[in-house]
């Protein structure tokens, strides 16, 4: 690798580890994007490596987290016992589809999530707003 695409990789690291701190999301959101187009890798290689960059950049975060008790251990217990099998059984699916077709997959899950978000935001606002007004100058 060139020094260039080296410190573009590094910058694409931050930017995981700051975005999934940050919002709590999982890093391949901005992961597997930067896997498939810049560095030209297929989503199937993407994935996986998403999977393995996300462990130490969780850990960092989550004892950051438990550092300023924002933690609910209970429900990370039971939602972990249902994720580990889900991710297991997301894996063996991934694996049997083609990869331009998991891509499409990934691409329209992230638009859909995109909207719903942007949806609860505009929502939110428009109820302080609303609030803001209620209650005058």
Known sequence: ??????????????????????????????????????LSRSQHVAEGTSLLVI???????????????YVSFRHAGLVAAGGTA??????EIALRIDADALTKVFAL?????GLRTAHQGAVAMRATQAASVAEGP
């Open 55 to 69: 462990v130490p950049t969780a850990v960092v975060g989550v004892l950051s987290h438990v550092r300023n008790g």
């Open 109 to 113: 899950y992230l638009l859909v999530m």
């Open 86 to 91: 889900g991710a297991w059984a997301g894996a």
């Open 1 to 38: 690798m060139s020094p260039e695409l080296i410190a573009l990789v590094v910058a694409a690291g931050v930017a995981t580890g700051v975005l999934s701190a940050l919002f709590g999301v999982g890093g391949g959101i901005v992961m597997v994007p930067f896997i498939v187009i810049v």
